[in-house]
């Protein structure tokens, strides 16, 4: 059975520090990896990785793929209050269709 | 502007009525999605769509139904089927070989 395994499910931390969510996969014929931010409503979107061992990057935000190990990193560093939400990772497959496979996400707090 | 759209936002019900949820985009994607999300689960698959007048089950198809009949619609009807109909419901979009999926705002359905 696909799975998708974030951790830690939650995450208090003050502004200025640095995070790391993490997110390991079992699926078969895996396409892509992709990162999403929920603030309140609909996740919007982040990052996807087909690659294993290029980070991608947008401001603070930072993403790497490991296809060997089958993990996926999210690191921000420099955290503000802003970026307090609920950081999900979906996985891709395929099987004759495309579908993808979401963790359960990882929920961050940064306080003032 | 292109995007996703999702209507109601709120929906209250009474339990045994069916019930259906409106997703439309104007973003010319190919496939569509059906998504549960429940307090501190992920995203749940309940149907999705590649090309119009097709669409597979998810994980959690029993106690839907959807229809395809144009590119730009993808309805859900939540039946009285379902036990647990109580949810934020979203809706998301894709282009039929590509990783990224937009999401709508949501419906949160209560059935009391």
């Known amino acids: 059975e696909d799975k998708v395994v974030q951790s830690p499910l939650s995450l208090v931390v003050h502004e200025g520090d640095t995070v790391t969510l993490n997110c390991s996969y079992e699926v078969t014929n895996f396409r892509s990896l992709l990162w999403y931010k929920q603030e309140k409503k609909a996740p919007t979107f982040l990052f996807m990785l087909t690659s294993s061992g290029i980070e991608k990057k947008s401001g603070r935000l930072s993403s790497i793929l490991d296809k060997k190990e089958l993990f996926s990193i999210l690191n921000i560093t420099a955290t503000q209050t802003g970026d307090s939400a609920v950081y999900l990772c979906?996985?891709?497959?395929?099987?004759?269709?495309?579908?993808?496979?979401f963790g359960t996400g990882t929920r961050l707090k940064v306080l003032a | 502007d292109g995007g996703i759209t999702q209507s109601p936002k709120y929906l209250f019900r009474k339990e045994g009525q069916n019930v259906t949820l409106s997703c439309e985009q104007n973003?010319?994607?190919?496939?569509m999605y059906w998504y549960r999300q429940d307090p501190g689960q992920g995203l749940r698959l309940i149907y999705y769509s590649q090309i119009v007048n097709d669409f597979q089950k998810g994980d959690i198809a029993e106690g839907y139904s959807v229809s395809r009949e144009k590119k730009e619609s993808f309805p859900l009807t939540v039946t009285s089927a379902q036990k647990n109909p109580t949810a934020f419901y979203l809706c998301?979009?894709?282009?039929?070989?590509?990783?990224?999926?937009?999401f709508g705002p949501g419906t949160r359905l209560t059935v009391t």
């Open positions: 973003l010319n994607h190919d496939a």
């Open positions: 979906a996985v891709e497959a395929t099987s004759g269709t495309y579908k993808y496979i």
């Open positions: 998301a979009s894709s282009k039929r070989t590509s990783g990224e999926q937009y």
